[in-house]
């Protein structure tokens, strides 16, 4: 069974003042290029974007529960080699 997603008011608030847009966490939860661990037992899921011709790794991080997955934020990076776990692709 498919997870439910669902992102907090003040994750997206934030996520369209950083210029990510709803159908890009929408597309990352569903698609992601990666998952890795994040703190506090959070996950977080990566995609690679290319914007202007530039490589952005955007960062969703969630909460895992038993039929949802809560996002709590999203951001663009260009420090992808900072965040990308080389050899762990999902899919």
């Known amino acids: 069974m498919r997870k439910?997603?669902?992102?907090i008011?003040?994750?997206l608030k934030k996520a369209k003042r950083r210029g990510v847009s709803y159908e890009w966490i929408e597309e990352t939860m569903s698609?992601?290029?990666?998952i890795v661990e994040?703190?506090?037992g959070r996950k977080v899921a990566q995609?690679?974007?290319l914007i202007r011709n530039k490589e952005y790794l955007l960062r969703v991080i969630?909460?895992?529960?038993?039929?949802?997955?809560t996002v709590v934020t999203a951001?663009?990076?260009s420090q992808i080699g900072r965040y990308w776990?080389?050899?762990?692709?999902e899919n």
Do not use: F, S, W
């Open 38 to 40: 994040g703190y506090g």
């Open 4 to 7: 439910r997603i669902e992102i």
């Open 62 to 69: 969630y909460e895992e529960e038993r039929e949802i997955k």
């Open 31 to 34: 698609l992601p290029d990666q």
């Open 47 to 49: 995609k690679k974007y």
């Open 9 to 11: 008011p003040l994750a």
């Open 75 to 77: 951001y663009l990076t």
């Open 85 to 89: 776990v080389e050899g762990k692709n």
